[in-house]
């Protein structure tokens, strides 16, 4: 059974940054693509960036593409979302999940993903 854990949010002023992490286990994740989404109140969840985890290939979003970055760590099954230029419509419960089929030729919606973790909240103030 795939577990996933996200830790890293918190409240940041506009102009900063936050490091995400989701820490997977339950399964190797080789066949794998693991994404990034956030919901903010009142809002549908939505894609953020995903990484297909053997090639490495990265997709974001546009609203955030310049500002954030996923990345991982193969060795300790954990991914990354480093958040620069914070803004306040960054605003959102953030969270990981891992779609079966890295070879899917997107996975920008939330329905293609088979994995959630609970959410972590990231508050940008202005």
């Known amino acids: 059974q795939v577990q996933l854990v996200e830790s890293g949010g918190g409240l940041v002023q506009a102009g900063g940054s936050l490091r995400l992490s989701c820490s997977a286990s339950?399964?190797?994740?080789?066949?794998?693509?693991m994404g990034w989404f956030r919901q903010a109140p009142g809002k549908e969840r939505e894609f953020v960036a995903v990484?297909?985890?053997?090639?490495?290939?990265?997709y974001y979003a546009d609203s955030v593409k310049g500002r954030f970055t996923i990345s991982k760590d193969n060795a300790e099954q954990t991914m990354y979302l480093q958040m620069n230029s914070l803004k306040p419509e960054d605003t959102a419960v953030y969270y990981c999940?891992?779609?079966?089929?890295?070879?899917?030729?997107?996975?920008?919606?939330?329905?293609?993903?088979?994995?959630w973790g609970q959410g972590t909240q990231v508050t940008v103030s202005s």
């Open positions: 339950g399964r190797t994740f080789g066949n794998y693509a």
């Open positions: 990484i297909r985890w053997s090639a490495g290939t990265t």
């Open positions: 999940a891992a779609d079966s089929w890295a070879a899917r030729a997107t996975h920008f919606k939330a329905h293609e993903y088979n994995d």
